[in-house]
């Protein structure tokens, strides 16, 4: 076996030797020879590496790997060895086998100053990987924050700095069974665990389908002993109607009319002057009692009565945001009960609009909102009632700390205004080409082949870019702190259960 060669430069193995091609080297990219079978075993795309120019150290990332060997370049090389003759053993075909490994460089550091690279590698430099202390300060890697799991290919832990990463917003994006919940769950399981001292937000969980109640289990578990979970099922909660105004009802039901609007408004502000709690009762009485075109009356008490079939509408707000937001307290509102996604957007925009208040005024601490189904929340295309909270919110929510994660399978189907107003997004498997011109259009950073290397991604891989790291940079998600006990059920186990099958040992 051939011993692999070891660089002067703290023990770190020579992959290979820069190459002169006819595109390259450039102070883009530059492509190396790997001849060792030895160094082959180690180097694969996403890989970072290193070469030394001058006093210059030029960091880059392995885009694409292709194998070359001459001899099975050759039809009549193949075909004559067919025909009875072993010409692998004339012809060395075994020592002509060597790997190309194109690499598009990130930048270069000149004493601890982190630049652009300006000018090509030199044909014939060592190329190695890249040391784990100088790559942690490049990519902008932390000792304190947020564990997210481990770079790949290399020994570092993807700490993450929980401003970059949230203060400017986040949006997760995975096919579905890709592991978009379970990485939502490391991120909550790092918050949650984060001491006083450390700064902690309050998190509010917009649960569409139940995936994240058992987090109520946590304080189960040694690492989150003294933790403060509160889960509110959808028939728990209600919407006080003195807390939204008629603009509110009026996102509701878009196709409202100018005649509609203006009556509903001289309803709301007649109410509001009498200083009584505000009521859908109140206000379908005020309707019937107030002079106005039939028609108009009509529709207005069609749409109100819409709203109070919801059931969602009470006298007082439960859960009562200012007691239930809290630092370092997680808040589920569970909505998998619900099968309308126009009431499910009612209570979105209502608890984001009153979130989004209260923090305006610094009447609650800091909020990190997750929105699974967030292209649900803030379609591209249609208008639903939420979205203009979420819109809101992506733009100004920065500025008094009021942060959103958005958790979609179909980025495609996302507000491209929400978005782009996350400022880091962390992509795990994506399959579908749609998605995936979407994300290469709204990503800074990612070129073709990074897209190409997100489709081989497994679960629990994914590529983390944005303001949260220098570069863009491949992680494994670590496990989840909470036992497996507490994950999604199995498919085969529950059907057992449910027909009382006694499995023995």
């Given amino acids: 076996m051939t011993i692999l060669n070891w660089s002067i430069m703290a023990g770190v193995p020579v992959l290979g030797t820069v190459v002169a091609t006819h595109e390259g080297p450039t102070a883009l990219d530059f492509d190396f020879v790997i001849s060792e079978e030895s160094a082959r075993q180690y180097i694969e795309s996403g890989s970072f590496v290193q070469t030394q120019r001058g006093e210059e150290l030029i960091l880059g990332m392995v885009q694409k790997l292709r194998r070359v060997n001459r001899y099975y370049s050759s039809p009549d090389i193949i075909h004559g060895s067919s025909g009875g003759v072993s010409l692998p053993s004339v012809y060395p075909a075994d020592k002509w086998d060597y790997v190309i490994a194109s690499v598009r460089i990130l930048g270069s550091y000149q004493g601890n100053l982190r630049v652009r690279a300006t000018r090509p590698v030199l044909p014939g430099s060592l190329v190695e990987f890249a040391e784990d202390s100088i790559l942690q300060q490049f990519l902008g890697l932390g000792e304190t924050g947020l564990n997210l799991g481990k770079v790949r290919q290399s020994d570092l832990t993807a700490v993450i700095n929980i401003d970059k990463l949230l203060q400017k917003h986040l949006a997760i994006m995975s096919i579905s069974g890709g592991g978009k919940s379970y990485a939502t769950s490391v991120i909550i399981e790092e918050l949650m665990k984060r001491k006083k001292t450390e700064g902690r937000p309050a998190l509010v969980v917009f649960d569409v389908h139940g995936e994240y109640k058992n987090l109520t289990q946590m304080s189960k578990f040694s690492h989150f002993k003294s933790v403060d979970v509160e889960r509110i099922t959808a028939d728990k909660l209600s919407l006080a109607m ?208 990074t897209l190409g290397m997100i489709t081989t991604l497994g679960v629990g891989e994914g590529l983390l870019v944005g303001e949260a790291v220098n570069y863009p940079i491949f992680l494994q998600v670590r496990k989840k702190l909470m036992t497996a006990e507490f994950d999604d059920p199995s498919l085969a186990n529950e059907s057992i259960l449910y027909e009382k099958i006694e499995i023995k040992p």
């Fill in 242 to 449: 003195g807390y939204l105004s008629s603009s509110d009802l009026r996102k509701f039901f878009p196709t409202m009319s100018y005649a509609q609007s203006r009556e509903l408004d001289a309803i709301m502000s007649k109410l509001r002057i009498e200083r009584e709690p505000i009521t859908i009762e109140k206000i379908i009485s005020k309707i019937y009692s107030t002079e106005m075109n039939q028609l108009v009356k009509d529709a207005l008490l069609g749409w109100v009565n819409m709203l109070k079939g919801t059931r969602i509408f009470g006298n007082a707000e439960y859960p009562q945001l200012e007691k239930s937001i809290q630092p370092g307290k997680l808040l589920i509102i569970d909505l998998s009960s619900l099968t309308t996604l126009w009431t499910k957007r009612i209570i979105l925009h209502y608890f984001l609009t009153r979130i989004f208040k209260l923090r305006r005024f610094k009447e609650i601490c800091p909020v990190v909102s997750f929105i699974e189904e967030a292209h649900q929340f803030a379609p591209e295309t249609v208008n639903a009632a939420s979205k203009s909270i979420i819109h809101t919110i992506a733009r100004e929510g920065r500025k008094f700390l009021c942060s959103l994660v958005l958790i979609s399978q179909r980025p495609v189907n996302l507000s491209t205004t929400a978005l782009s107003q996350c400022n880091t997004h962390l992509i795990l498997r994506i399959l579908n080409p749609h998605d995936l011109a979407w994300i290469g259009k709204s990503s800074e950073g990612i070129n073709q082949e």
